[in-house]
């Protein structure tokens, strides 16, 4: 085989340092030859065409300068028409002929000032140049395009024009008698025309320039229409030489009226040839204006369809962002447009909309608005073409966003089209922000280049998992990432922070309730950030403890401190606990009705002149009017002094040492520094050793011992590592089926297990690995293992194994095959001693032809497990949220219809959140992701919102960051009575930092059918009207549940029902109303016992025992609702749940000995009688 390196030797070193220094001329003295390659044929004809036809640039030069010619042309002929006098008779002379100057008579036709002009030699001169050069161009440009076929190059229209324009004056060169001869220039318009449509194509190939249809066929339609009426008031005003003689503007005028079909008659030609010409013209305009104006049309129509252009100049004096969507609904439109422009410093930016399917009637109805019109600019294309970017001035945006289409069946796909178009933008304009929305977790990691991403799976089954611990956590998230649309004044403004008056939100400036106006006020509430040493909230708290400040910004402002982060440091901390100490360049999260900025603040001397005393807690308190009402029974808290009350009257007076023994101990102060003793270390590990040191007997006689750590195993790339409770060893997966028996064990239902807390069961289509993060915060580390709930999922399909993997780690987690379609299954999960039941939605159902009905499934399932189950929580979540009007759906109950009215009136008004006053949601039994939108939507404004939410959903755990959790008020617990002092007492003891308070109360209503309550006694026997109103009054919040359960009773109560409805025309017509009402009760209370036995009957067939079924007792005479950050001074009710931000125990572990721990837990006492309960 041959070698080719000793074929071909190496360059010495000489030539290639000589190549180095001299380039490409050392070949000039070397034996080496230089090839020159072409792209075309190195002839003359070949290089002449590249330069006047191939060359883009050049080509456009030429056209350009053949278009100033002609355009050249035109006006020398209008000026030797100024010129020109007909009377004169120039050329008749020159003909040896008589031309006397004869007055015109009707009928003859004096044909010389028709065929003779007055064209001077200057004129003259310039007029054959510029007939010269076109000629000669023309005729090398036909020659260049010469294809074979001659006569096709001879009988196109512009050769024939440009041949009778410029030969006449070439034979005038040698025929100086015809120099005066009429030659029609003004024809020259319509090369002119054809001219500046080559070049403008010219032009867009050279600076590539897409979507110029339209700019072309307007141009070719006024360029045609300027070219007849030019033509006509030309030729009107030469053939009328011999007639009228009209002038050049009296032309203009005829024809204007006459191609506007106006025809005053002042002007009219007077011989035939000009009559002729008119009819000419209008003919010619007939056929083919209509024609141009039907392509404007249609090519109106399709870029109406398109969107046309986000023009260069707009995108660089205007800000903008881009809206990217596979499918735009009116739904997502209005939240994203209501949300963005929600904020007061985007009113002055556009939003682009880039999709690839056409405008629906509904978006298009919307966006001839005028409060969108201006704002919103609709374009179709895919986000995948650079044209289209460019389009969108891409480049330019101050932000895209990128939205996942949620209804698609194959929710893999749709995040596959969404990870192509973050790529396409990222890879098109690398400095524009993305804000990206993707469906499932496993496909986040292909987006982690984006500046914000929300994965929906991760978020909704967090949420879900925490509104079975800390209720209605879905609800209290959508309201904080919600932007209010209350505005007030300053002052107002002011008064809520002082404590005085909270803002009216605009959701509640109408409601007739209580609970609605409290709701609505506190839902006005949302998260802001300052800088410490900025801020007139927390200046004064540098170099305290982060718990100090939270309570006492809390107590002077009313606002909550809940977070912070380092000027070094990305990561947000909630609740660092009470030994974080604030620094000046810290960046500060609260929660108030509005943020610092927007608020005034009032300065009083007695403020300043007592700032060292109102820390102490001892003497009377000298604070101003608005600190002592805004601190409500927290400044008074350790006096003895009966005499300080509150605005409210309210006082909390401690006792002296030995006083009697019904006295609560008094709640201690708020550090300014956490010394290393401090409470805190003791309740939040103390609980945590002894949960793990001292297992129950049930516990370690079943050898359930377990353990904390990270797990083992993900289902899916880029989830964050959380610390939970985990097992020694995994479990067997035939161990995980809880229907089926194994080798290990034989239990087929729930309640052969002999859990000792309820059951939360999940009601799912598939185990997708988004449900890995419903399991995730349900064994967190920080919850106690004694409260662990076991997690039944109830799938429609079987998980794989690879999911299987991911939970087998994690105890009391099981699945069983099913559907709650299917009473049977239920049952067998254990729904009867559930504490939640979690129904997700379902993606089979998510796409339906008419788009609301996607939910129509899940809603007549959850309501079929409402009927049969009235005890049970349900948690629903839906496609949209429109559709929670459904749930728990009552016809006839006046409350639900008056809440719909409600909902009517808010949706008329533009609220963002038309149905927070649905008692469902209000509940937080209802959720749908959709609602979760404005958290992606809101991060452009707060960055830092998506990591506040993550936080608090535990979704992403940072070292020394807290968590939430909740707290249930007992009857021990009421002594604290107010708010404020449940602040100070959660701050100065655990560390703990509440957030909002979920209440609920009974319904206090007579007109809804599930509220009308019946007593036998106090009707059995006959009584007076006074008496039986007020029998009722007394009874009016009670049940009829207990009734019920005795035949006796319920037989008296028909034969009451009988007896009354006998003596009707003796009552009235309240009193036949009311009979009514009741029977109706009896009705539906026979319903119920009819739905209670096919339930007992079903699990006696099952061989379940029916004793933990209880069918009546139901919850539907009560409400349910959240205060967020209410006032300091609002009262604690027995059975409130307060949210909570705990800080992270694992803090404090470096720092406390066991020995300290201990000691110190027995000494607290009654003290720690507040003990959180999750």
């Known amino acids: 085989m041959v070698d080719l390196d000793s074929e071909v030797p190496p360059l010495p070193p000489r030539y290639r340092f000589r190549d180095l220094l001299l380039g490409d001329q050392g070949w000039q003295s070397d034996d080496r030859v230089q090839v020159e390659f072409y792209m075309n044929e190195n002839t003359f004809k070949e290089r002449l065409k590249l330069f006047f036809i191939k060359n883009q640039r050049s080509s456009l030069r030429i056209r350009l300068f053949n278009f100033s010619l002609k355009l050249l042309s035109c006006f020398l002929y209008i000026v030797r028409v100024l010129l020109d006098d007909p009377t004169q008779g120039l050329g008749c002379k020159e003909l040896n002929r008589s ?147 009209l002038t050049l503007f009296d032309s203009l005028y005829f024809c204007i009226v006459t191609f506007s079909t106006v025809g005053f008659g002042d002007v009219t030609p007077k011989i035939w040839p000009s009559k002729l010409l008119v009819v000419i013209m209008i003919c010619v305009a007939l056929v083919v204006l209509p024609i141009q104006f039907e392509q404007l049309a249609y090519l109106w129509m399709e870029r109406q369809k398109s969107g046309g252009n986000y023009s260069r100049y707009r995108a660089q004096t205007e800000k903008h962002v881009v809206l990217c969507v596979s499918s735009l609904k009116i739904d997502l439109l209005m939240d994203f447009l209501n949300e963005f422009y929600a904020h007061p410093r985007l009113q002055d930016y556009y939003v682009v909309i880039l999709c690839p399917t056409e405008m629906d009637a509904q978006v298009r109805r919307v966006l001839q608005i005028p409060m969108w019109s201006q704002r919103v600019i609709y374009l179709q294309g895919s986000a995948l073409k650079d044209q289209d970017l460019l389009r969108a001035k891409m480049d330019n945006a101050e932000a895209c966003f990128i939205l996942s289409s949620r209804c698609e ?45 929300v994965c929906e799976e991760e978020f909704k089954y967090a949420m879900l998992a925490l509104n079975c611990i800390c209720p209605a956590t879905s609800t209290l998230i959508t309201l904080l990432v919600h932007t209010s649309r209350g505005h007030t004044a300053p002052w107002e403004a002011f008064r809520q922070l002082t404590g005085t008056k909270q803002t009216l939100n605009r959701e509640s400036q109408q409601s007739p309730e209580q609970w609605q106006k409290m709701y609505g006020r506190c839902s006005g509430n949302e998260v802001y950030h300052i800088n410490l040493e900025e801020s007139t909230f927390f200046a004064e708290y540098e170099g305290k403890s982060f718990t100090y400040a939270s309570f006492h910004a809390h107590k002077k402002f009313g606002v909550c401190l809940i977070g912070v982060r380092k000027e070094d440091n990305k990561n947000i901390l909630l609740n660092p606990g009470p030994r974080y100490i604030m620094s000046s360049t810290d960046i500060c999260f609260y929660i108030n009705i509005t943020k610092e900025e927007n608020s005034a603040f009032k300065k009083q001397e007695k403020h300043r002149k007592n700032h060292e005393s109102k820390l102490s807690y001892h003497g009377a308190s000298r604070l101003p009017v608005h600190s002592i009402i805004a601190s409500m029974g927290t400044v008074a808290i350790d006096l003895q002094d009966t005499g300080c009350r509150g605005a409210s009257g309210a006082t909390l007076a401690l006792p002296a040492q030995g006083g009697r023994e019904g006295r609560r101990p008094s709640i201690a102060p708020v550090l300014e520094v956490a010394d290393s003793s401090s409470r805190p270390t003791c309740d939040l590990l103390s609980d945590q050793s002894e949960d793990e040191t001292t297992p129950s007997d049930e516990e370690g006689s079943a050898g359930f011992e377990y353990a904390k750590g990270y797990p083992p195993y993900s289902p899916y790339i880029g989830s964050s590592p959380t610390f939970c409770h985990l097992l020694h060893e995994k479990v067997p997966f035939c161990c995980l089926r809880l229907d089926k028996g194994c080798q290990h064990n034989y239990y087929e239902d729930a309640k ?107 809603i007549v399932n959850v309501q079929t497990l409402f009927r049969l189950f009235s005890s049970l929580s349900i948690i629903t979540e839906l496609t949209h949220p429109a559709n929670m009007r459904f749930m728990q759906f009552r016809a006839k109950d006046c409350y639900s219809l008056a809440l719909s009215k409600l909902e009517k009136k808010e949706r008329e008004k533009g609220s963002n959140l038309a149905f927070m006053f649905r008692l469902p949601f209000a509940a937080g039994r209802v959720f749908s992701i959709s609602m979760l939108d404005t958290l992606l939507y809101q991060s452009f404004v707060k960055d830092y919102m998506i990591s506040i939410t993550r936080l608090l959903l535990g979704l992403d755990t940072t070292p020394g960051s807290g968590f939430l959790c909740s707290m249930k008020i ?175 125990p694992l803090t404090y572990v470096p720092n406390a000995g066991p020995s300290r721990k201990n000691s110190f837990c027995n000494t607290v006492g009654q003290d720690t009688r507040e003990e959180t309960q999750l």
């Open 752 to 858: 052969a297990y002999g859990f000792k807390n309820k059951l939360i069961i999940v009601a799912a289509e598939t185990a997708g690995n988004g449900l890995y993060n419903f399991i995730v915060p349900l064994r967190a580390y920080y919850r106690p293992k004694k409260e662990l709930n076991p997690i039944v999922l109830l799938l429609d399909n079987p998980p794989d194994m690879h999911f299987l993997d991911a939970i087998c780690w994690f105890p009391m987690v099981y699945y069983m095959v099913g559907s709650i379609d299917n009473l049977d299954d239920l049952l067998r999960c254990g729904v009867t001693f559930a504490a939640n039941m979690v129904v997700v939605d379902k993606e089979s159902t998510m796409s339906a032809e008419e788009d609301y009905m996607a939910d129509a499934k899940t």
């Open 409 to 453: 069946v194959d929710r893999t796909a749709a995040d596959h089209q969404t990870i192509l178009r973050a790529w396409a933008v990222k890879d098109f304009a690398p400095n524009c922000p993305l804000y990206v929305q993707i469906l499932k977790p496993e496909n986040k990691f292909h987006i982690k280049f984006a500046d914000h991403v």
């Open 99 to 245: 031309c006397s100057n004869q007055n015109y008579t009707p009928g003859t036709i004096d044909w010389s000032p028709i065929i003779w002009v007055n064209r001077s030699l200057p004129l003259w001169g310039l007029q054959v140049s510029v007939a010269v050069i076109s000629l000669f161009e023309t005729l090398l440009l036909s020659y260049l395009s010469y294809k074979g076929n001659i006569w096709e190059q001879i009988l196109r229209i512009p050769f024939l024009l440009e041949i009778i324009n410029a030969v006449p004056f070439i034979i005038t060169i040698f025929w100086p008698v015809l120099r005066n001869l009429f030659i029609p220039v003004f024809l020259n318009c319509w090369l002119a025309k054809h001219a500046l449509e080559n070049m403008i194509n010219d032009l867009h190939r050279a600076i590539q320039r897409t979507q110029s249809a339209m700019f072309n066929q307007v141009l070719i339609l006024i360029s045609t229409l300027l070219c007849l009426i030019f033509t006509c008031i030309c030729g009107i005003q030469h053939l009328e030489r011999a007639g009228n003689r």
């Open 970 to 1144: 007992t009857e021990e617990d009421l002594w604290i009575r107010t708010y404020a002092r449940l602040y100070q007492k959660l701050c100065s003891s655990t560390g703990d930092i509440p957030i909002g308070v979920y209440r609920t109360e009974s319904q206090k209503l007579t007109t809804s059918e599930s509220q009308i309550s019946i007593s036998v006694e106090d009707w059995e026997d006959t009584k007076d009207t006074k008496e039986q109103f007020s029998c009722r009054g007394n009874h009016r919040n009670s049940t009829s549940s207990d009734q019920s359960d005795h035949p006796l009773l319920r037989r008296k109560s028909m034969q009451w029902a009988r007896r009354l409805s006998r003596r009707a025309p003796r009552h009235s017509a309240k009193t036949a109303e009311k009979i009514n009402q009741q029977r109706m009760n009896l009705y539906r209370r026979s319903e119920r016992q009819e739905l209670a036995e096919l339930v007992k009957n079903r699990m006696k067939h099952l061989g379940l025992s029916p004793a933990g079924y209880d069918e009546m007792n139901d919850h539907q005479n009560t409400l349910s609702y959240i205060l967020i950050n209410p006032s300091p001074d609002t009262r604690l009710e027995l059975n409130d749940i307060v949210y909570l931000i705990r800080p992270d």
